[in-house]
């Protein structure tokens, strides 16, 4: 009886320990992640959105908004402002042209 318990409790351990790590350490990580951004992301995005005057219909060349943000490598930045949906790629012929959305001139706002 008392080995039984044993491999249950050893069963048990092996199972739901990783388990129940893995999902502290998410709760811990995204209760310790400050934002949702970097914050090279986050001074490219203040920086399309006082470009943009306003209007998210402006469409803006990256590099040119990466240069008054003082970034010579923005590429991971972009990519990321664009997955979180705070910048939209144009319709418009080549990769560097984009247009802030609403939403990111909310987070471009916050603090």
């Given at each position: 009886?008392?080995?039984?318990?044993?491999?249950v409790?050893?069963?048990?351990?092996?199972?739901?320990?990783?388990?129940?790590?893995?999902?502290?350490?998410?709760?811990?990580?995204?209760a310790?992640?400050?934002?949702?951004?970097?914050?090279?992301?986050?001074?490219?995005?203040?920086?399309?959105?006082?470009?943009?005057?306003?209007?998210?219909?402006?469409?803006?060349?990256?590099?040119?908004?990466?240069?008054?943000?003082?970034?010579?490598?923005y590429?991971?930045?972009?990519?990321?402002?664009?997955?979180?949906?705070?910048?939209?790629?144009?319709?418009?012929?080549?990769?560097?042209?984009?247009?802030?959305?609403?939403?990111?001139?909310?987070?471009?706002?916050?603090?």
């Open positions: 009886m008392r080995e039984h318990l044993w491999q409790l050893t069963f048990a351990a092996t199972f739901f320990g990783p388990t129940i790590g893995f999902i502290f350490g998410r709760m811990y990580e995204s310790t992640t400050p934002s949702d951004v970097t914050k090279r992301a986050l001074r490219l995005l203040k920086v399309f959105n006082k470009a943009s005057g306003g209007d998210p219909r402006t469409y803006l060349d990256v590099r040119e908004v990466a240069e008054t943000a003082g970034l010579d490598e590429e991971f930045e972009l990519q990321q402002l664009v997955q979180l949906r705070y910048l939209e790629r144009s319709n418009l012929p080549g990769d560097v042209v984009f247009w802030i959305t609403p939403e990111g001139m909310r987070r471009a706002g916050r603090k």
